[in-house]
């Protein structure tokens, strides 16, 4: 998973890094990450709160991060009915065994 990351600050060799929904808490040394050519995002884009590298991942993951969440509609998952498009998220290869699904 690629999330969008910036490097705020240098602090002893240890590194703060900004990400779009927040600075993680966590101070990073070099080894830890690789640095990209591309600007994904600039230091005054991020916000100034502190969250954790797992929360980053959950909110940018289409399942909602560890587990599953599944419905099971035997209908085309076409309307909030659906447990997974009523959470904003796509259907899975985990909801059901198979039939059509409009929320892929």
Known sequence: MWIE?????VKDNLYEIGTNEGRLHQLYSRNQF?????????ANDVPPVQISLREVAKKSSNLGGQGYDRCTCNTLCKTNRCKCKRSGRLCNSKC???GLCGNK
């Open 96 to 98: 059901y065994n198979s």
């Open 34 to 42: 690789t640095i990209c050519k591309e600007v994904f995002i600039q």
């Open 5 to 9: 990351q910036d490097v705020i600050l």
